[in-house]
């Protein structure tokens, strides 16, 4: 159907142009109510849609976000993150351009080119681990939001991370709170500390032994691990209970190191939570299935998302600091009081 026109609405309505103009941009003007109906009834009657070209040549905007990514959209732990720009994005009335580009440095640069050509209105660059990265020199003057990231450049744009800090004080304390004195962690490795490799989890380790330091606590052992997969929980279980020493609870960095460790204790006959309790981070779907369902704290992936976009909006995304998203504990029945 050929897209009607404002003089075909004004017509339609019997009243002027710029009276329609006026109506359908909801702009203050001294027009009755009853002008206003019949315009918006004359636009739905000739199914009228707004010229988005004439309208980034008035408002000198496309109504278009771009999202660079790496690998959100492949990777169902992030997933979450794009749904959250997404809903942020229709609310604002934006539509999204998303670029997945891997590891490859050229098809990132030529994705942001490409993205500068049709004049999105800004960019978040989006990442499922929250590493630092380096956000290219051709996007300066535009509004750039870095989401689950960090910049290399200090300060250059605003970033928003998850509250890892206050999320290990808050997981520790869950453990420490509940009683137990003597607590092994699993998978709490300095080499994670690298802002390439992750810009958040040294906070987590910190907020951890903050909270281990405020209850004049350490941990009875730490078993390191980079690669955090139920290997690394199984492992490390069977050689604290083979060796000790003997702990009444377990933190561990994610909830795939949980799983591994349940299945150590479960394999040896032992009951959980009653023989050792467990905590840990990500809330992972299976969090839920395990037995007994983890005690855990959630990664905030849509709000995280959500927030980027609503940063973007905000007169051009104009601070530059870090902006810290709650993470929400999720308690359920692998923690015992003692």
């Not at 103009?21 to 109906?37: F, T």
């Not at 009228?48 to 309208?55: E, I, V």
């Not at 970033?159 to 998978?187: D, F, Q, S, W």
């Amino acid at each position: 159907m050929k897209r009607a026109t404002i003089a075909q609405v004004a017509q339609r309505a019997g009243v002027s142009p710029t009276a329609v103009s006026l109506v359908l941009n909801d702009r203050p003007a001294r027009l009755s109510q009853e002008v206003r109906d019949r315009v918006i009834e004359a636009a739905a009657a000739l199914n009228y849609r707004p010229n988005p070209a004439a309208r980034s040549l008035r408002t000198n905007t496309t109504g278009i976000y771009g999202v660079i990514s790496r690998d959100v959209t492949v990777t169902r732990y992030a997933s979450a993150m794009l749904r959250g720009i997404l809903d942020a994005a229709d609310q604002a009335e934006k539509i999204v351009f998303l670029a997945e580009v891997g590891d490859s440095a050229s098809r990132a640069e030529n994705s942001v080119r490409e993205m500068l050509n049709r004049n999105v209105d800004g960019l978040i660059f989006a990442e499922m681990g929250a590493k630092m990265i380096t956000v290219p020199e051709i996007v300066r003057g535009l509004p750039v939001v870095v989401c689950n990231a960090v910049p290399d450049r200090e300060g250059s744009f605003p970033a928003v991370l998850p509250a890892e800090y206050e999320a290990g004080r808050r997981v520790a304390n869950v453990l420490i709170e509940a009683g137990h004195r003597n607590i092994a962690i699993i998978g709490m490795d300095d080499e994670l500390r690298e802002p390439r490799i992750s810009a958040t989890i040294c906070h987590r380790f910190d907020g951890i032994l903050d909270a281990f330091e405020e209850a004049g606590l350490r941990p009875v052992k730490i078993f390191p691990g980079t690669l955090w997969d139920p290997d690394l929980g199984y492992e490390a279980m069977g050689e604290l209970l083979d060796n000790g020493p003997e702990c009444t609870a377990i933190l561990a960095l994610n909830d795939r190191i949980s799983l591994g460790a349940i299945q150590q204790c479960l394999g040896r006959g032992m009951h959980l939570p009653d023989d050792l309790s467990i905590a840990s981070f990500d809330d992972d779907e299976i969090a839920l299935y395990v037995h007994p369902a983890l005690t855990t704290i959630a990664i905030p992936y849509w709000e995280i998302g959500q927030t980027a976009t609503r940063l973007l909006g905000e007169e051009g995304a104009g601070d530059r600091d870090i902006h810290l998203v709650d993470m929400p504990l999720r308690m359920r029945e692998s923690v015992r009081r003692i």
